[in-house]
């Protein structure tokens, strides 16, 4: 049987260095021990006959750690709390969820104080108090349980990014968590001599299945950052001489938005892994810091993965994993039928834009154990006997995956539908870009206009006439793809995983204080958008009925 709980206890007794945190290292026995004590204490806590939820509410720190290690190996689950989450969002996703613990911190403590959480006081802990100081006093000698959890048992509660809606909590048991754990270190060459870097949050499955449960699984070493620092990273990397870290989303861009030294290769980094880094950012990734970056596509569901293979495109995914051949496809969604497969003209740039649908998995979803309390939600990703991601991709002759967008990311100007995804590509090719996020808003007479709001680094300016030069020699941009209104914005906003959080951009429109530019007709050359502008074109909208459908964005 293999569980969470199995790969601890095989860690008892090993000496090696398991947790390192701001000058703290604990050996893989006493991460062995504080869970141990961990799981006595929650068996004192957690009432039989309800869900055993114990919410935390911390940041990277082991104390998480080891109250996740306590769980899994009593059975009981972790509901890891997003902390930007505020108010009612935050009290929702701790009832919706049924947490009879939460575990949380003086910061942490401060979000749910006035809250209506469903939690008895007495079973919320404040791991910076006495109180807790003296809970670990009382079962610091208790031994590891003598029985085995249920392999079935659920051990984590991952929510979704919320990136297009409301978070969904994906349920996670303690078997598939440990048989991910394994195969994500055999795949990524994890060994007991690793030191991997973990700075992305732990309540999210990166972080979890890709660099904490491959460590824990070979007894490996685990550096905790409490939250990412794109100016801290390469500064951690060396000082504790990691080799291997994962990242989601954006992360890489604010890593490569940092000021370059003579001295950036002067590192162990042997591999990264993770989602969303550009093929430009991983290029310069690796002439910067001499390490390789290894793109994959999942999610917390595990239901679909795409891996990247030495003959992968630098645009593509990769290939379904070699278990899941001919289970994934590009479907669309309005048919139910099988996409084309994409044909690149001579530039590079897509000519047949119906190439593009939802990337699917018509094994049904067979491993996803769905959506905690959500039938809706699990009804919506299981239909038509296949598993609909809800993700938007392409395909090539070749069988190679590329990433369009979510779902909500369809464009359609004159008739023609696009995917943001590969526009994105495109804009992040200009010089001093940081991040780009292209999404759609309503045309005043008839289907979208392409918007795309652009972070640049610190030190540059944004130039329009440089910009409508740049765009003008992407020979593989569509010519439907061609941002009308550009926002440079000051601060991308994100999730906590850095993944960007596109419907503020799309409900602020071009309202925004940022500086907007726009082309009043998609044929003119980028100027600044003024106030009266803004308003004409809110006007236009009004007379021919449109407006209200902004408002609804």
Not at 169 to 181: D, K, L
Not at 219 to 226: E, H, K, M, P, S
Not at 498 to 514: E, I, M, Q
Request: with cysteine; charged share 20%; hydrophobic share 35%.
């Amino acid at each position: 049987m293999t569980t969470v709980a199995s790969l601890i206890r095989a860690r008892e007794g090993d000496q090696h260095a398991g947790y390192i945190f701001e000058g703290r290292t604990y050996t893989w026995d006493e991460v062995v021990s504080e869970s141990a004590i961990r799981a006595s204490i929650l068996n004192d806590l957690l009432a039989d006959g309800r869900p055993p939820h114990v919410g935390i509410l911390l940041e990277n720190t082991p104390e998480y750690l080891f109250w996740i290690g306590g769980a899994a190996l009593i059975g009981a689950c972790i509901v890891g709390i997003n902390p930007t989450r505020r108010g009612s969002e935050l009290e929702r996703d701790i009832q919706h969820t049924d947490c009879q613990a939460i575990i949380s911190d003086e910061t942490g403590m401060k979000l749910l104080a006035g809250l209506d959480t469903g939690v008895e006081n007495v079973n919320t802990i404040d791991v910076d108090s006495q109180d807790h100081q003296e809970l670990l006093t009382q079962h610091q000698n208790a031994p590891l349980p003598e029985n085995e959890p249920d392999e079935n048992s659920i051990l984590f509660l991952l929510f979704t990014s919320g990136s297009t809606s409301a978070p969904k909590a994906v349920v996670c048991t303690n078997q598939r968590m440990a048989i991910a754990s394994v195969r994500a270190g055999q795949i990524y060459g994890v060994t007991s001599e690793e030191v991997c870097y973990c700075p992305m949050p732990l309540f999210h499955g990166n972080a979890l299945m890709a660099c904490w449960g491959p460590a824990l699984a070979v007894g490996a070493t685990v550096v905790l950052r409490r939250k990412f620092s794109a100016s801290n990273f390469i500064s951690d990397i060396r000082e504790h001489g990691c080799t291997y870290f994962t990242y989601v989303g954006r992360t890489i861009a604010y890593i490569l938005g940092q000021p370059a030294n003579a001295d950036d290769k002067h590192n162990k980094l042997r591999l990264g892994f993770g989602t969303e880094a550009s093929a430009l950012d991983r290029e310069r990734f690796l002439e910067r810091f001499g390490c390789d970056l290894v793109e994959g596509y999942g999610s917390s569901e595990s239901v679909v993965a795409i891996i990247r293979t030495p003959d992968t495109p630098a645009n593509a995914l990769g290939k379904e994993r070699a278990d899941m051949a001919g289970q994934v496809c590009i479907v669309d969604p309005d048919t139910n039928v099988e996409c084309p497969r994409v044909r690149f003209d001579e530039f590079g740039a897509i000519s047949n834009p119906e190439c593009i649908g939802e990337i699917v998995s018509l094994s049904g979803g067979t491993s996803f154990e769905g959506y905690y309390n959500n039938r809706e939600a699990s009804t919506e990703r299981v239909r038509n006997g296949w598993y609909w991601t809800g993700d938007l991709g392409y395909r090539d002759d070749d069988g190679f995956f590329y990433f369009g967008g979510r779902s909500a990311d369809w464009l359609r100007v004159d008739s023609e539908n696009f995917a943001a995804g590969p526009v994105e590509n495109i804009v992040s090719r200009f010089p001093e870009v940081v991040m780009a996020a292209v999404y759609p808003v309503p045309d005043p007479t008839t289907g979208d206009m392409v918007m795309v709001a652009i972070e640049m680094t610190e030190s540059s300016v944004f130039s329009p006439q440089k910009f409508d030069d740049f765009l003008s020699q992407q020979r593989d941009l569509g010519t439907k793809w061609s941002p009308q209104i550009v926002r440079v914005i000051q601060a991308m906003p994100l999730t906590a995983n850095n993944k960007v959080h596109k419907p503020p951009l799309r409900a602020s429109k071009w309202f925004a204080s940022d500086t907007h530019y726009w082309r009043p007709e998609r044929n003119q050359s980028l100027r600044v958008m003024s106030e009266t502008d803004k308003q004409e074109l809110e006007a236009r909208f009004a007379a021919n009925g449109r407006a209200h459908i902004l408002s609804t964005l």
